[in-house]
């Protein structure tokens, strides 16, 4: 087993297996960003009606509220390199029925609705499989980075995404755009299926409704999960003010292009990349409370800098500083959490907090885009700023997160040895 004192933040990319499927993942992470902006152009061309398009959005944000905990109990139940590959198999399905529809003629808004309804339940159903897979994948002092690394692919292709399905849309259309979505998954399938060696889970719940009651019960229970768990729905109702008024922001005060918001979009993903580099440095699976303090100063700093930012490359330093903020309490508190979730727990552990942030971040996007509207964009900003750093105050004493310094009772010494290549 590898013996340096701190594992570098690109470090879980050494263990094969994690590596292999990080790269997979970020393909299948761009197709699904190329498959909402498909959507939306589509049903743009099918219908004016406001609501028709706004449905869109709403068909797949809806299933990450309605099915997160019985993902997440699933994800628990059954076996997750079983469970992965057929959640990745239906995605490609539907995925594909769009393409078909598409160049057939026959697609029409509701048939867009319920293909991209489905392809949200397909996803939603995997997500707490992917991140309970993480854990068994790479060494205990990896978490953090692996997590950070998740995030990275997400924001990435967040950001390639819809810059790729501009481009295909207009050489062939949106139906090019579904069949390259549905081509993404493939490499997940593959790579899930050379994963054999999950760790033993004992007894497995046999009914959906007991098993979310008993992951609920288990997170509640717990004041070493509950906690977290409470913050990650706090931090993240305080932080989506940030991106509540961003592009007001970036068109009102900051007057860029698309591509100027490119840069502000780039700054955010720059400081997320900082901030897992960073983390392991500064001990913070040891003292989370040190590094989340840390982090709140540096996101309120940034959120206050670009507040008041009248040119685009100092609204470009705020928000890299207020992503590496970000990505520092998501990173701290996610970790801490995960690797206190034992492995017949960890899918149904992963949706509670999937669930908390998704809920912190809509609840945090309408209020702060009230305020706003009441009080300016710069004032909700500065306030957001403020109220977080108030909340990070007194977190530690209401809600106090221990440090972990132990070897993840589910993570295997060997899976870094056998599955690593390099040094």
């Not at 699904?32 to 959005?57: G, K």
């Not at 996803?123 to 002092?141: G, H, K, S, W, Y």
């Amino acid at each position: 087993m590898h013996t340096e004192p701190v594992a570098g933040p690109w470090s879980p990319l050494r263990v094969r297996l994690y590596r292999w499927l990080w790269i997979a993942g970020l393909v299948s992470n761009v197709g699904t960003f190329m498959h909402l902006v498909a959507a939306n152009w589509t049903m743009a061309t099918l219908s004016s009606s406001p609501t028709l398009v706004s449905l869109v959005q709403a068909s797949w944000a809806v299933p990450g509220f309605l099915l997160a905990l019985h993902a997440g109990a699933f994800a628990d139940m059954l076996d997750r390199r079983t469970f992965i590959i057929t959640t990745q198999v239906a995605a490609l399905l539907v995925a594909a029925a769009l393409a078909v529809a598409q160049g057939a003629g026959w697609m029409s808004p509701w048939v867009l609705l319920v293909g991209t309804f489905l392809e949200s339940v397909a996803l939603t159903f995997a997500a707490p499989a992917f991140m309970a897979l993480t854990p068994e994948l790479v060494d205990a002092r990896m978490l953090p980075q692996a997590i950070g690394l998740d995030g990275i692919s997400r924001n990435a292709a967040q950001t390639l995404g819809p810059a790729f399905a501009g481009g295909v849309i207009a050489l062939t259309g949106p139906g090019g755009v579904f069949a390259l979505n549905a081509m993404s998954f493939v490499g997940v399938v593959i790579v899930v299926n050379g994963y054999r060696d999950g760790p033993a889970r004992g007894a497995r719940p046999a009914a959906v409704g007991g098993a979310i009651g008993e992951g609920v019960r288990h997170v509640v229970g717990h004041a070493s999960l509950r906690r977290p768990v409470i913050r990650l729905a706090t931090m993240t109702t305080v932080g989506a003010g940030l991106a509540a008024v961003m592009p007001l922001v970036a068109r009102e005060r900051l007057h860029v292009s698309p591509t100027g918001f490119g840069v502000l979009a780039a700054s955010l993903g720059l400081g997320s990349v900082s901030a897992v580099w960073l983390m392991p440095r500064m001990g913070a699976a040891q003292h989370p409370e040190r590094a989340l303090f840390c982090s709140a100063v540096v996101w309120s700093g940034g959120t206050a800098l670009f507040a008041g930012a009248g040119v685009l490359w100092v609204g470009s330093i705020g928000l890299l500083l207020a992503g590496g903020g970000t990505m520092g309490v998501l990173n701290v508190l996610f970790s801490n959490y995960t690797l206190q979730l034992s492995s017949w727990m960890r899918g149904r552990g992963s949706a509670i907090a999937m669930l908390m942030v998704w809920l912190g971040t809509s609840i945090g996007a309408v209020g702060w885009g009230v305020l706003a509207s009441g009080i300016g964009v710069r004032d909700s900003l500065l306030a957001a700023a403020a109220v977080n750093l108030v909340v990070a105050a007194l977190a530690p004493a209401l809600l106090p997160v221990r440090g972990y310094s132990g070897p993840s009772p589910s993570v295997a010494s060997s899976v870094l040895d056998s599955g690593s290549s390099g040094s």
